[in-house]
């Protein structure tokens, strides 16, 4: 009746009556639809027939045999208890097809069966041939001159099978991916300069087993065209060359559509910043055939100054509204900011709460604002977590964690945890608020207990330390920590360094430390853009009391570039320097220790530094400078698996040595990253270039942590 627009005291319409017809139709629940009129009390009834379609009391799947059912009914659009649908029940048994089609069945059928069980329901049932699994035996580019098939081949997703396949789901012949590599063949080919290039459609032939299929792509490239003029109409709010030095596509540089794109994505945020948030920015491309050059025309609709509506959160079943909108860089009025939204998601992204943020600015009807839609997808924040393991340095190793990132979805962290092996002991409690009441000021507690034996002393230690920090710009941060420690170092080995047996006994320190940070990465866990420098300086003894009387200075700058292909180049520096002050030595456990996964692989700890000349012991150094160089490239995109390449140079240096970068110890090699479900994950191998006597030549390493 909701459907039905004729309404009694009304003029009686066949008009009317098409279109009531048309809309109970649209319900989807009818088979026919059948109107008559019979005279009633002076005026006409109405009467509307109607034939529902039968229900669809059970589906089936018959004949499915490599692919799970329950897989296959997360696809389907049509469930008991709906009403038959024939459009509906053949779409899906396409879906089906589609789904087979994609894990390698090129030869899948699926025919559905309707069965009538009675005049009200129904039986559907889908029968399924999966045929052979066909994979991709070769993939072949013709009419290619100027682009070699390689390069072309490196540019589509559809490759062919080897014998990883089964990680990257490569050999896999997928309808759509395959028309989607069509457009990037194109793409590739107008970044070049030839616009005039032709892709033809895949020729797909199959073997005659029917296991194996090639793919044939034809493609026409016609001649290349670079740029003879660039000019801007409709500009006031920025001048021409603003405009030209704000753009990479220059007058006499080969045409390439992606560049352009960026330029125009560009301008865009440009005139974004400046409030121009609706600015409509469109490049008008002439080709001339006859010289083979291209006139570009920017044009530019500067539009009004736009302000920020509302600000709408989404998503956060735990976390509170506040923890969210503080992490936003706009606020509700404030003038819009591509560049400010953009570092909102950086920010937001960086909390590490989320699986997904999608943040998405939706103009409003007939006003110069913007509302802002923030949609968050939880993940887990807190585990627990219980293992072991073995190492050579451990032996065997037990371990109890509970981590919760996100207490009560305030924010603040919560860190529990407990080490045991025969050689070493560590328990530590720590909690920190990232505004403490409400303002930019995070707070920390951190309690430890640790015990650990070393190769010639053991060493006993118990403190704790309260650190302040404050943001004063959007990257730049400063922090102050009061550290207060009781270490005792026993059972030395007879015979050992002079350095070591001089610090036995228990000592306390009691220290202050200062740091400033200025971090303008796109991601703490992942960067690929962006750069942390940082210089902490930490002074203990004197007016502060304890034993221990020394400074300790370091510094740390890492800059991350992005490169082709989502490729990343890192690198990093760093320098430190500390000594013993009022007469006292730098403590052993101050030092800098220079080797292993975190600093130069390939080396183990304590071994890029100096050594007592007696007896051969690691005893660090009051100095250390270290660079690591890191090309970062995607392995498995969907998995988060990269591989990367590095060489790393570094030493520590004794009190009476002085940095020389001939002295820096050298290392090579490559290794994994993983962003997986527990955490990021690095295996890395380290080879020593120039090993010294009693140095091994190369190591395996992994842990789970933070990148650096």
């Known amino acids: ?14 008009e009317k009556i098409k279109e009531d017809i048309k809309s109970i139709f649209e319900i989807g629940s009818f088979d026919d639809i059948k109107v008559e009129t019979e005279s009633f009390e002076g005026g006409l009834k109405v009467l509307f027939y109607v034939v529902e379609k039968p229900t669809i009391i059970e589906v089936i799947l018959e004949g499915n045999k490599e692919v799970e059912a ?48 009675s005049k009200e329901a129904v039986s559907l049932t889908y029968r399924i041939e999966e045929g052979d699994k066909v994979t991709i035996r070769e993939v072949k580019i013709e009419g290619n001159k100027v682009i070699s098939e390689g390069k072309i ?25 395959m028309r989607e590599d069509v457009e990037r063949i194109r793409s590739l080919y107008y970044n070049n300069g030839y616009i005039q290039a032709l892709v033809g459609e895949p ?5 005659e087993d029917r296991k194996d299929i090639d793919i044939l792509i034809v493609v026409s490239e016609g001649n290349q065209f670079k740029i003879r003029e660039i000019s801007v109409r409709g500009n006031k709010l920025l001048s021409n060359s603003e405009i030209m030095d704000a753009m990479t596509t220059k007058q006499g540089e080969v045409f390439s559509r992606e560049k352009l794109r960026k330029d125009i994505a560009n301008l865009t945020d440009l005139y974004s910043d400046k409030g121009h948030a609706l600015a409509n920015i469109s490049p008008v491309i002439t080709p001339e055939t006859e010289t083979n050059t291209i006139q570009i025309t920017i044009d530019i609709n500067e539009g009004a100054i736009v302000k920020v509506g509302r600000i709408n959160i989404s998503g956060n079943e735990k976390t509170r509204d506040h923890v969210i909108r503080r992490e936003v860089r706009l606020d509700e009025g404030d003038t819009f900011s591509t560049r400010l939204l953009r570092r909102s998601y950086e920010r937001i992204n960086n909390l590490n709460f989320f699986e997904n943020v999608e943040i998405s600015p939706e103009p409003r009807v007939g006003e110069d604002a913007v509302d802002i839609h923030i949609k968050v997808k939880e993940r887990a924040t807190g585990s627990f977590s219980v293992g072991g393991g073995y190492s050579s340095a451990d032996k065997l190793l ?3 964690e509970f981590v919760q990132g996100n ?8 860190r529990i945890k407990g080490e045991y092996s025969s050689k070493r002991m560590n328990y530590l409690l720590s909690i920190r608020e990232p505004y403490l009441m409400g303002k930019p000021v995070s707070g920390s507690i951190t309690l430890y207990r640790l015990q650990r034996e070393y190769d010639n002393y053991k060493r006993e230690a118990t403190g704790g330390n309260l650190t302040l920090g404050k943001s004063f710009t959007e990257y730049i941060s400063s922090s102050i ?7 005792d170092i026993s059972e030395i080995e007879e015979g050992s360094s002079a350095l070591i047996t001089e610090q036995e006994g228990r000592r306390t320190t009691s220290s202050i430390e200062l740091g400033l940070v200025r971090d303008s990465r796109n991601s703490f866990l992942d960067p690929v853009r962006g750069s942390r420098n940082s210089i902490f300086g930490l002074y203990a003894g004197g007016p502060l009391g304890g034993d221990n009387s020394f400074f300790k200075t370091t510094m740390d700058s890492s800059w991350f570039f992005p490169l082709f292909w989502d490729t990343t180049f890192m690198v990093r520096g760093r320098l430190g320097y500390a000594n013993g002050l009022e007469g006292n030595a730098l403590p052993l456990y101050e030092r800098f220790y220079v080797g292993g996964i975190n600093s130069v692989r390939g080396f183990k700890y304590g071994n890029a530094g100096p050594k007592d000349t007696n007896t051969g012991d690691n005893i660090g150094g009051n100095k250390q400078l270290i660079f690591n160089v890191e090309y970062i490239f995607p392995l498995i995109k969907e998995m988060r698996l990269k591989g990367v390449i590095f060489y790393d140079m570094g030493k520590a240096f004794n009190d009476d040595e002085s940095i020389k970068l001939s ?46």
């Not at 207490?407 to 919560?414: D, E, M, N």
């Not at 527990?678 to 789970?704: A, D, Q, V």
Request: net charge positive; no cysteine; aromatic share 14%.
């Open 1 to 14: 009746m909701s459907k039905i627009k004729t309404a009694e005291g009304e003029s009686f319409s066949q």
């Open 70 to 117: 329950s897989d296959i009914k997360e696809i389907l659009k049509i469930s008991p208890g709906t009403f038959l649908n024939h459009s509906l029940v053949v779409e899906n048994a396409e879906n089906i097809r589609f789904y087979y089609e994609e894990h390698g069945y090129y030869h899948a059928t699926v025919i559905p069966i309707i069965k009538d069980i």
């Open 153 to 177: 081949k490196g540019a589509i997703k559809t490759k062919s099978y080897w014998i990883f396949s089964w990680l990257d789901s490569s050999g896999t012949y997928k309808r759509d991916v």
């Open 203 to 207: 020729r797909i032939t199959l073997s």
């Open 398 to 400: 037990g371990m109890a």
């Open 407 to 414: 207490l009560f979805g305030k924010g603040q962290s919560l």
């Open 481 to 487: 920590t009061y550290g207060y420690e009781i270490v």
């Open 663 to 708: 002295d820096l110890r050298t290392s090579a090699g490559g290794g994994l990253r993983w962003i997986s479900p527990i955490g990021p994950f690095r295996i890395e191998w380290g080879y020593n270039l120039k090993p010294e006597p009693g140095e091994k030549k190369s190591m395996w390493e992994f842990t789970i942590g933070a990148f650096f």
